[in-house]
């Protein structure tokens, strides 16, 4: 079965500074994807960044990159110059590309982000 | 676009009492699926559903029971509930498996007493 391990519970960052959440999972597919996501304090899940596993080159969006290692089976986040509004819980998922039961997305346990001004 | 729409955001039960999480979608998504969060636990499946009238158990389906009637619909049941119930569940929906983004609703936060 595939798991997905978040090994930072916490973590803290000073505004305008980056940041790194670590990830790792196990699967012993080779056709996948994997999701960050963050959850602020309204509860709303939402989508930070998306990667294929057949891509070598490393997702971004905007002030938001990973780094996948996909032979160390490892997928963080990098968040450069730090916003206050980047405090939640930020979770690692990972899905199948397949339909049916291995459609549905396996999540970590989350990390929560802290901002200090 | 109301995206997928959760109801009631809060509520409280006792003990024993039946009650259920309604989720609607209207972007016409095939999967749907009902999650429940715990703190330190991240997010679990309870049940899902491929289509309308084709559901399956999740990870933790014990006590709840779900249907998909249409494609817009997917309630989530509680038969008789717990205090092992109380949690924050989610509802998501999205067009097929793979690289296709799940949105989730704003959550619906249930106690148990």
């Known amino acids: 079965a595939q798991t997905v391990t978040q090994s930072q519970p916490e973590m803290s960052v000073q505004e305008a500074e980056t940041v790194t959440l670590s990830c790792t999972y196990d699967?012993?597919?080779?056709?996948?994807?994997l999701f960050w996501y963050k959850q602020p304090p309204s509860r709303q899940m939402i989508l930070v960044i998306r990667q294929e596993a057949y891509k070598q080159q490393n997702a971004t969006e905007n002030r938001f990159s990973v780094n996948f290692q996909k032979a160390a089976k490892s997928f963080s986040l990098k968040i450069s110059d730090s916003q206050l509004g980047d405090a939640a819980m930020y979770f690692c998922?990972?899905?199948?590309?397949?339909?049916?039961?291995?459609?549905?997305?396996?999540f970590g346990k989350g990390t929560k982000l802290s901002v200090k001004p | 676009n109301a995206g997928v729409t959760q109801t009631p955001k809060f509520q409280v039960l006792k003990t024993g009492q039946s009650m259920t999480l309604q989720c609607a979608q209207d972007m016409n998504h095939e999967y749907m699926s009902w999650y429940r969060q715990d703190p330190g636990m991240g997010l679990r499946l309870i049940h899902y559903s491929v289509g309308a009238g084709i559901t399956d158990q999740g990870e933790v389906p014990n006590g709840y029971n779900v249907s998909r009637s249409t494609t817009e619909d997917f309630p989530l049941r509680l038969l008789s509930a717990a205090p092992s119930q109380t949690s924050v569940y989610f509802c998501?929906?999205?067009f097929g498996a793979g690289r296709n983004i799940q949105y989730f609703g704003a959550g619906t936060r249930l106690s148990v007493l």
């Open positions: 998922a990972y899905r199948r590309n397949y339909g049916g039961s291995q459609g549905n997305l396996i």
């Open positions: 998501a929906s999205s």
């Open positions: 699967t012993s597919e080779s056709d996948y994807y």
